[in-house]
């Protein structure tokens, strides 16, 4: 059997830009046209992600567990403590799910192909500081050009309901191809 080698789509923007939104978005559609899809986000804002403390799992790690994994009823839950993995090394982690599409929020500086978000024209600089951008979402309409002088890619506004149609369909075609090509 062959391994089949999930997309990998990035969706990058500053903090409270919509990203955590529109991959939810994006996931829902896709799940819809039966495509299987996993998240890896960067906790950029400094710190530790949150657990929940009074649970067994955080117990555990807090008793000095390196790893804690739950599982019931279909649902897998794993926190793991002590555990700094390359993005590439999560990447290969959540391949074990065997999904279509695996989204990155975050990791800007990364490379694979991804989908960028600009609130307004203090992020205009992630155009030239972020690589292989596909799409662009602005939330300031009078961006749009600014962005098109810079860019020969797909840039909607927030509010246009085409452009999760358009970027769920491209990583469609993307994902069946990429099955089609290991058949």
């Not at 080698?5 to 939104?21: A, C, D, E």
């Not at 896709?30 to 955080?58: E, Y």
């Not at 030239?128 to 002088?149: Q, Y």
Request: aromatic fraction near 4%.
């Amino acid at each position: 059997m062959a391994m089949v080698k999930p997309v990998i789509f990035q969706i990058v923007g500053y903090q409270n830009s919509g990203k955590t939104t529109i991959i939810m978005k994006l996931i829902e559609i896709l799940k819809k046209n039966d495509l299987k899809s996993v998240t890896i986000k960067h906790h950029g804002h400094g710190g530790r992600p949150d657990i929940l403390s009074q649970k067994d799992s955080a117990k555990h790690i807090n008793a000095g567990a390196v790893a804690s994994l739950i599982e019931g009823g279909g649902r897998l839950c794993l926190q793991a403590d002590e555990t700094a993995l390359t993005l590439e090394e999560q990447i290969r982690f959540v391949d074990f799910f065997r999904p279509d599409i695996i989204f990155i929020e975050g990791h800007k500086m990364k490379s694979y192909p991804k989908l960028l978000i600009l609130r307004d024209r203090n992020d205009l600089p992630l155009i030239s500081d972020v690589s292989n951008i596909k799409t662009v979402i602005v939330w300031d309409k009078e961006l749009i050009n600014a962005v098109r002088e810079k860019l020969e890619v797909p840039v909607f506004h927030i509010t246009e309901e085409i452009a999760m149609t358009a970027i769920s369909k491209e990583l469609k075609k993307l994902a069946h191809h990429i099955v089609e090509k290991n058949l």
